[in-house]
């Protein structure tokens, strides 16, 4: 079954693949819908990563972000999914994706997920 979400990013050749540098995003605009409610959920997703050879195309990370609007995840979930998606995309050398969730029902919650490439 092809993946709605992650056929949206777009890369671009990274110009200094010899030299590590972290690139730092922030995507303060970011909804889903909880899955046991259907009441949205707003959040800012932050995205660091150091790329390798390739990078992530800004307008299509927008496009991707965007395309969870309307879909039930669960905070945990959307979060770890998104940076499996950047990675399969980009192949970084390392990634860490934060979901910092608005407060709903008075909870609060922020999920973090990393990835470390293996060394060979």
Do not use: W
Not at 27 to 46: H, R
Not at 102 to 116: D, E, Q, S
């Amino acid at each position: 079954m092809a993946d709605k979400h992650y056929e949206i990013l777009e890369t671009f050749e990274n110009q200094y693949p010899g030299r590590e540098y972290e690139i730092d995003i922030s995507c303060p605009e970011f909804t889903c819908v909880c899955p046991k409610t259907g009441q949205p959920d707003f959040a800012v997703i932050n995205l660091k990563y150091v790329p390798d050879k390739l990078c992530i195309e800004l307008k299509s990370l927008k496009l991707y972000m965007f395309s969870y609007r309307d879909e039930g995840a669960f905070h945990e979930h959307v979060t770890n999914q998104i940076l499996d998606h950047i990675v399969k995309a980009c192949s970084p050398i390392r990634a860490e994706v934060t979901g910092d969730f608005n407060v709903r029902g008075g909870i609060k919650t922020i999920v973090r997920a990393k990835y470390c490439r293996d060394k060979d």
